[in-house]
């Protein structure tokens, strides 16, 4: 079972920015689509980023296309999703997510239950 492990959460103002960092010990996260994944009030979980193995892939809803970026360091066993323009709706706990499936960019499947192996979240919140 893989133990991920997410960071960098945090309050900012609307149109503020946050980095956030997910990395595992002891894993090759190399071998793995990485997804971020929101859940708010509502309870939904809700992609907002994936990427592939290798990073030449990547996806994202309407939602989010142009102010989020997710990237990887397969050297530093890490991915990173930079958010910009951040706005009150973006509020929520963020979540990495890991699965061997590379399917899941191909189909364009960044969902929360084509991914096994989850992080405990990190708290964003967006207010003035």
């Known amino acids: 079972q893989l133990q991920l492990v997410e960071s960098g959460g945090g309050s900012v103002q609307p149109g503020g920015s946050l980095k956030l960092s997910c990395t595992v010990s002891?894993?090759?996260?190399?071998?793995?689509?990485v997804g971020w994944f929101r859940q708010g009030p509502g309870g939904k979980r809700e992609g907002v980023a994936c990427i592939s193995s290798s990073g030449d892939m990547t996806d994202y809803p309407d939602s989010v296309a142009g102010r989020f970026t997710i990237s990887r360091d397969n050297a530093k066993n890490t991915v990173y999703l930079q958010m910009n323009n951040l706005r009150p709706d973006d509020t929520g706990t963020y979540y990495c997510?890991?699965?061997?499936?590379?399917?899941?960019?191909?189909?364009?499947?960044?969902?929360?239950?084509?991914?096994?192996?989850w992080g405990q979240g990190t708290q964003v919140t967006v207010a003035a």
């Open positions: 002891e894993f090759n996260l190399g071998s793995q689509v």
């Open positions: 997510a890991a699965d061997s499936a590379h399917i899941i960019l191909i189909l364009r499947q960044c969902i929360a239950p084509r991914f096994r192996h």
